[in-house]
């Protein structure tokens, strides 16, 4: 369990973030076309998972919009926008925002990502929702590079994350 604050607050998750150099755990989400998609399926891909709360709060849009620019023109790299928003305010949000870089992904469907990637938080006002995470995955499916942003309302460290991809 980790523990990081939400405004301050401290607030718990379900477990921790994969370890750096082991197999990044497989998972299949619904992308806002309602297909799914898995971890396994973007092998030989780096992947950057961008976790996050909800699309509906103005760091999460803020995060998807970033990693959009910043992976515009990157080769052979994924960025997958992870939250349990429905995929329908997913692709609301992409259409309106012209979000082309990003694919997004809802965790609604799903109960077993959060506790595999220890994303869940299990208490606090946002309880049930995802914490702000980074995981960025090699082509092979092993953790580069992970981040469990320590305060909820604070931006993860988009420069890590696109160094741990070059």
Do not use: W
Request: charged content about 20%; glycine content about 10%.
């Amino acid at each position: 369990m980790a523990k990081i604050t939400f405004k301050g607050n401290p607030v718990n998750t379900s477990g921790d973030l994969p370890v750096k150099g082991t197999k990044a755990p497989d998972f299949s989400l619904v992308k806002s076309d309602l297909g799914s998609l898995s971890l396994s399926e973007l092998k030989g891909k780096k992947v950057i998972l961008n976790i996050f709360p909800s699309l509906d709060t103005s760091v999460c849009a803020t995060t998807v919009r970033k990693f959009n620019q910043m992976a515009a023109g990157m080769k052979n790299v994924t960025v997958l926008g992870i939250s349990k928003d429905l995929p329908f305010a997913h692709g609301r949000f992409c259409s309106t925002e012209g979000i082309t870089n990003v694919i997004t992904l809802s965790g609604f469907r799903d109960r077993e990502f959060g506790k595999a990637y220890g994303v869940d938080y299990i208490d606090g006002p946002v309880r049930g929702l995802y914490a702000r995470a980074i995981v960025v995955v090699d082509e092979t499916g092993t953790v580069v590079y992970t981040q469990l942003v320590p305060e909820h309302i604070h931006e993860p460290d988009y420069d890590a994350a696109l160094k741990a991809v070059k």
